[in-house]
C-alpha cells in the first residue's frame, strides 16, 4: 500500500470519485462463460445517454484524459497527480462510472451479477489497495436480489467498503424488495449510496435535452428520500443511512418543509412514521455539496440555516467528471468550523468504517 | 512590460490553442480560421479550468426551439470542466453572460513571431 506519507494539505474527505474500468480491464476476474460471451463476440460497452455528451471531452474533463490516452479515471498514479496528491486529499470515495453497468443489463441479471462481483473484485485489487486514501462502493445488480445479497456478504466485510452503490431502477428505494439488502448493508456497517445511474429518473425516460436532465438530477433525489422515508426504511434499519451523491443540496431545505408539513396532514397514512421526515433526513440522509450551484457566502449560509443544520452535507469533486467542482473554487469562503464539518467530519461522522 | 515570444506564426494552425507564460501567469493562445491571434488567461473565470485543454469551437445559435444554425467556428473558447463558452473575437465575453469576460492579453507580431505582452 501507499500513500504519500505527508499530511494531507486540505483536509478532504472527497465522497465522489469516479474510476473508471473497461470490459478488458474486468476479464481476469469475470467467470466464464461470462468472460468468453465478451470477449468472443468482441462487445463493446453500451452508450447510456441519448445525447452528444456536454463538455469538450464527453462526460470528463477534458484534462483528466490519462496522458496515453486511456479514459479519465483509469489509471491510479495519474489520478494521484491530479486529484489525490495535488489537493491533498485524506480520503476519497470510489463510486465506479456506470459503466459497465449491473443495471442496464435489462433482464440478463445472471450478467448482471457476474459482472458486479468482477467489478468488485478489480475495484479491491487495483485502488482500494494500492492507495490507502481511497475507500469504495459495492457494486451490486440490485434486479437479482438473492445474487446481490450473496455479494455484499461476499466483499461487504472488506474494511475499505464503505457503501453500497444500489442503481436506481423501476422500483423506488422505500419499495419492500429492497429491505432485505438493507439488513445485509446493516450487518457490514455499509451505508447506501444514491448516485443517478440510469434510468436516471424513475418513469426510466429522458428528457430532450441534456440540460434539462442534469437540471432536473435533484428531483430523482428527492423522490428517493420521500421514498424511504415514508415506506419506514429508516424505523426499521436504524442503523442505515443514505448518502446523496451528485444531487446537490440547495434543495434539501424545501423538501424538508415539505414532508414535514405533509406528515402533520396525513400521519395516518404511514403510522409507522414517528418522527417529523425532517428529523429523520437529519439523522440518516446527507447530500453532497457537488454539483454545486454559484452561491456567494450569504446566499450559502442561508440554505443551511434553512436546514436547521450544518451536519448534512459533504464534499465532493466529482472527478473527473466535465462538473468537477474545485475545492478551492466551487464554495465560498465559509468559517473554519463549518469548512471543516463539510470538507471532512461530516463524512467522517457518517461511514463508520472512516476513522 | 513583460512580454513572451510564443512561437512562428505558422507553428499555431487555426482553430489551435496553445499554452504558454508571461511571467507568473500562465496564458491561453488562441488563433482563430482567419489567422487572428488572441491571448488570455489560462485559468477560467468559473472554477480556474486550465482553457487550453478545451477546445476553439464554433456557437450554435438559434431562435426557435429544434433548430440550429452553427456560427463562428473556431471562434469560441469552450472549457475544458463545465464547457462555458468565451468568445475570442469579442474580448473573451462568455456567451450566456456577457457581462462576465476571461481578461485578455495584447498580442503582437513582429517579424513573423506571435508575442504576448502586458
Ligand atoms: S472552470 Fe471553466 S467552466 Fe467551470
Not at chain 1, 174 to 186: F, N
Request: glycine share 6%; proline share 8%; charged share 25%.
Amino acid at each position: 500500500m501507499s500513500n504519500n506519507n505527508q499530511p494531507p494539505k486540505k483536509r478532504i474527505i472527497d465522497v465522489d470519485i469516479h474510476e473508471s474500468a473497461t470490459y478488458k480491464d474486468l476479464f481476469k476476474y469475470l467467470e466464464n462463460p461470462y468472460r468468453r460471451y465478451i470477449e468472443d463476440a468482441n462487445w463493446i460497452q453500451e452508450k447510456h445517454m441519448p445525447y452528444t455528451q456536454p463538455s469538450v471531452a464527453g462526460v470528463n474533463r477534458a484534462d483528466a484524459v490519462v496522458p496515453d490516452g486511456r479514459p479519465a479515471g483509469s489509471d491510479l498514479p495519474f489520478m494521484q497527480e491530479q486529484l489525490l496528491d495535488d489537493i491533498g486529499h485524506e480520503y476519497g470515495i470510489l463510486t465506479g462510472a456506470l459503466d459497465p453497468s449491473p443495471s442496464s443489463m435489462h433482464g440478463w441479471y445472471e450478467m448482471a451479477t457476474a459482472l458486479a462481483s468482477a467489478y468488485n473484485d478489480w475495484q479491491i485489487e487495483n485502488w482500494l489497495e494500492k492507495d490507502e486514501r481511497l475507500y469504495g462502493s459495492v457494486h451490486i445488480n440490485a434486479e437479482d436480489r438473492d445474487g446481490a445479497i450473496r455479494e455484499i456478504e461476499r466483499v461487504g466485510s472488506h474494511p475499505k467498503m464503505v457503501q453500497i452503490l444500489l442503481p436506481i431502477d423501476d422500483k423506488m428505494w422505500g419499495d419492500p424488495y429492497y429491505h432485505p439488502i438493507y439488513g445485509a448493508a446493516q450487518k457490514h456497517d455499509l451505508m447506501i449510496g444514491m448516485h443517478h445511474n440510469e434510468p436516471p429518473i424513475y418513469f426510466g425516460k429522458w428528457p430532450r435535452y441534456f440540460i434539462e436532465w442534469h437540471s432536473l438530477l435533484p428531483t430523482s433525489h428527492m423522490m428517493q428520500v420521500t421514498n424511504m422515508i415514508f415506506n419506514g426504511v429508516f424505523e426499521k434499519f436504524p442503523k442505515l443511512k443514505l448518502m446523496m451523491i451528485e444531487g446537490g443540496f440547495t434543495f434539501v431545505p424545501h423538501l424538508m418543509w415539505k414532508l414535514d408539513q405533509q406528515y402533520n396532514d396525513l400521519r395516518h397514512e404511514v403510522p409507522w412514521i414517528k418522527r417529523k421526515p425532517s428529523e429523520i433526513m437529519k439523522e440518516h440522509v446527507r447530500f453532497c455539496t457537488q454539483p454545486s450551484e454559484e452561491l456567494n457566502k450569504k446566499d450559502f449560509l442561508s440554505v443551511i440555516d434553512q436546514m436547521g443544520s450544518d451536519e448534512m452535507i459533504c464534499f465532493a469533486t466529482d472527478y473527473p467528471h466535465w462538473d468537477f467542482d474545485s475545492p478551492h473554487r466551487s464554495l465560498p469562503s465559509l468559517d473554519p468550523d463549518l469548512k471543516k464539518k463539510i470538507f471532512s467530519e461530516n463524512a467522517r461522522a457518517f461511514y463508520p468504517k472512516l476513522k | 512590460m513583460k512580454q513572451q515570444t510564443v512561437c512562428h506564426v505558422n507553428d499555431m494552425q487555426p482553430g489551435e490553442l496553445r499554452e504558454t507564460e508571461l511571467g507568473r501567469i500562465s496564458i491561453v493562445v488562441c488563433k482563430t480560421p482567419d489567422g487572428e491571434f488572441y491571448a488570455f488567461t489560462n485559468k477560467c473565470i468559473h472554477q480556474g479550468g486550465p482553457l487550453s485543454k478545451g477546445k476553439l469551437c464554433g456557437a450554435p445559435q438559434s431562435d426557435n426551439p429544434g433548430e440550429y444554425t452553427f456560427c463562428q467556428d473556431g471562434e469560441i473558447l469552450r472549457c475544458p470542466w463545465h464547457g462555458r463558452e468565451f468568445n475570442v473575437k469579442d474580448d473573451g465575453r462568455m456567451l450566456a453572460n456577457p457581462k462576465h469576460k476571461l481578461p485578455s492579453f495584447p498580442v503582437k507580431i513582429e517579424d513573423d513571431y506571435v508575442i504576448v505582452y502586458k
